[in-house]
C-alpha cells in the first residue's frame, strides 16, 4: 500500500482515514451523521470500521480492575428495580416468543394463546441418557404445569439433580432442583403450548443446592424432548 | 440442539470464548437477566480497566461502568451491526461514555489546558506488557504498541490523544501548534502509516 498522499482524492484510503476517524470521535457532528448515513449503506464502510475499532479497543484494553460490588447493585437496582426473580422466567419466555417485542406485540400474542388454550394440549418426555439416569415428564396446558420425576438414578453425596428446558434455538433455563422424592414441578403457564412441542428437558450433575452461574455447571445426565401424547 | 454451555464452571474472561460472550448478548437480547449477570461477572473488571485507563479517578469510572452495561443491556440486539467482535463492541461502548465523561469535564475545567487523563496516556506509552495482560491482548497490544513506536513520537501522541482522552483536533493543534487542517492531514498520514504497519 502506498502512503495516501491524496487524502481528498476519494477512493479507499480516504475512506480508511475517514473511518479511523470517525473511530476516534474526530469528526464534526455534521461529518459523523454523513458518515453514519454512508456507514449504514456500505458494507466495506464498515468493515475498515470494524479493523480500527479492533485495532484501536488493544490501547484501552490490559489493566483489568474488579470494580466494587456495589456498582453491580446500583445497576441491578436501576436497571431491574425490585423485580422478584420469578419474573425473570416471564421476561424470557415472553422473549422467546415474540423477540424483543414492543408492549403491544406482547398483547397481541396474549390474545392469540388464549383460543388454543380452550383445547388441552398434553405433552410428555422420556428423559434419558448413558448415565442412568431416567425420568418421565408431563405438561399439560390446562394448568401450564410441567411435572418431572426420576425412575432411577440418584444424584451422589452432596450433589443434586437439576431440570432444564431448551426451546430451538435458547440457552437451558433451570426449571428446579429435583427433590429428595426425585420430583420438580414447575410453572410454564407463561409459555404457549406449541413452544413446548418439541422443546428439549436435560438433567444435569449439580453441586448441592443447584448451578449458580443460570447455565448447567455439570455433566448433561439425561436428555429427552416433549412430544404430543 | 444447543447443549453447548454444559461444562462451564468459571466465569472469568480469560476462561470465556467468545461464543459464550456472543451467546450472553444473544439472551441479553430477549431480556434474559442471567445472561447480563454472566457477561458482568465475565467483562467488568476488564471494561472497569478500561473506565479507569480513560477517566483516571475511581468514582468517575464507577459511573461510567454502570452506564456502559446500562446501554449494553439495551443495545446488545445491535451490536452485529457494524461487525464489531463481542469484546471489541463492549469495549467501544465503554471507551465512547467514558471520553463522552471525559469531554464533559473537560469542558467544564475550561478546555484544553486540562491534564485530566495524562496518566492513562503515559501508561499506553509504557514498553511491555503488564502481569495482568491475557495473553491475546498481549500480543494485540504490544503489535499496536510497537507500531506506535515506529511512528514520530508527536504523531503517537496524538493518536492516543484522540482514543485515550478523547482530543479534538481543535485541541491537537493547539498543543501541537500548528494549523488544524496540518493537524488533520498529520494524524490522517499516522493513521494510514499505523495500518501498514499492522498489517504487515
Known amino acids: ?229 | 440442539m444447543p447443549l453447548m454451555p454444559v461444562t462451564r464452571k468459571a466465569t472469568t474472561l480469560a476462561m470465556t470464548t467468545r461464543a459464550e460472550i456472543e451467546s450472553y448478548l444473544a439472551r441479553i437480547a430477549l431480556g434474559e437477566r442471567e445472561a447480563f449477570d454472566l457477561l458482568y461477572a465475565a467483562t467488568s473488571a476488564k471494561l472497569f480497566g478500561v473506565c479507569l485507563r480513560i477517566l483516571n479517578d475511581r468514582a468517575a469510572a464507577e459511573e461510567a461502568l454502570q452506564e456502559a452495561y446500562v446501554r449494553i443491556w439495551q443495545r446488545a440486539d445491535r451490536y452485529r451491526v457494524n461487525g464489531l467482535s463481542p469484546m471489541t463492541w463492549l469495549i467501544t461502548v465503554t471507551r465512547n461514555l467514558a471520553i463522552d465523561r471525559l469531554r464533559a469535564r473537560k469542558a467544564a475545567a475550561g478546555g484544553v489546558g486540562s491534564t485530566a487523563g495524562e496518566e492513562a496516556l503515559e501508561r499506553i506509552a509504557d514498553s511491555g506488557p503488564t502481569p495482568e495482560d491475557a495473553a491475546v491482548a498481549a500480543s494485540e497490544g504490544e503489535k499496536l504498541r510497537g507500531c506506535l513506536r515506529e511512528l514520530p513520537p508527536d504523531r503517537a501522541e496524538a493518536v492516543a490523544r484522540a482514543y485515550m482522552m478523547g482530543d479534538t483536533y481543535q485541541e491537537l493543534a493547539t498543543r501541537f501548534d500548528v494549523p488544524l487542517n496540518t493537524m488533520r492531514t498529520w494524524l490522517r498520514r499516522a493513521l494510514m502509516t499505523l495500518r501498514e504497519c499492522l498489517t504487515r
Open chain 1, 1 to 229: 500500500m502506498s502512503m495516501p498522499d491524496d487524502i481528498n482524492g476519494g477512493g479507499r484510503d480516504d475512506d480508511r482515514a475517514l473511518a479511523a476517524e470517525y473511530a476516534l470521535g474526530l469528526l464534526t457532528g455534521e461529518e459523523a451523521a454523513s458518515f453514519e448515513d454512508r456507514l449504514a449503506r456500505d458494507p466495506s464502510l464498515r468493515a475498515y470500521y470494524a479493523e480500527w475499532c479492533e485495532t484501536f479497543s488493544a490501547l484501552a484494553d490490559g489493566a483489568d480492575t474488579e470494580a466494587p460490588a456495589a456498582v453491580k447493585s446500583a445497576l441491578d437496582r436501576r436497571l431491574f428495580g425490585q423485580r422478584s426473580p420469578g419474573a425473570t422466567l416471564v421476561r424470557w419466555a415472553l422473549g422467546a416468543v415474540v423477540g424483543a417485542a414492543a408492549a403491544g406485540a406482547v398483547a397481541i400474542v396474549g390474545v392469540l394463546y388464549v383460543i388454543p388454550s380452550l383445547t388441552q394440549t398434553v405433552l410428555e418426555a422420556r428423559i434419558e441418557g448413558e448415565a442412568g439416569v431416567t425420568l418421565t415428564a408431563r405438561y399439560e396446558s390446562a394448568d401450564g404445569s410441567l411435572t418431572a420425576a426420576r425412575l432411577e438414578g440418584a444424584p451422589g453425596e452432596g450433589r443434586d439433580h437439576e431440570l432444564w428446558l431448551i426451546l430451538p434455538g435458547q440457552a437451558p433455563v433451570s426449571l428446579g432442583l429435583l427433590d429428595a422424592e426425585g420430583r420438580v414441578v414447575a410453572d410454564l403457564s407463561v409459555v404457549p403450548a406449541e413452544a413446548l412441542t418439541g422443546a428439549l428437558l436435560a438433567v444435569s450433575d449439580e453441586p448441592e443446592g443447584g448451578s449458580t452461574t443460570g447455565a448447567p455447571t455439570g455433566d448433561v445426565l439425561a436428555v429427552g424432548s416433549l412430544t404430543v401424547l
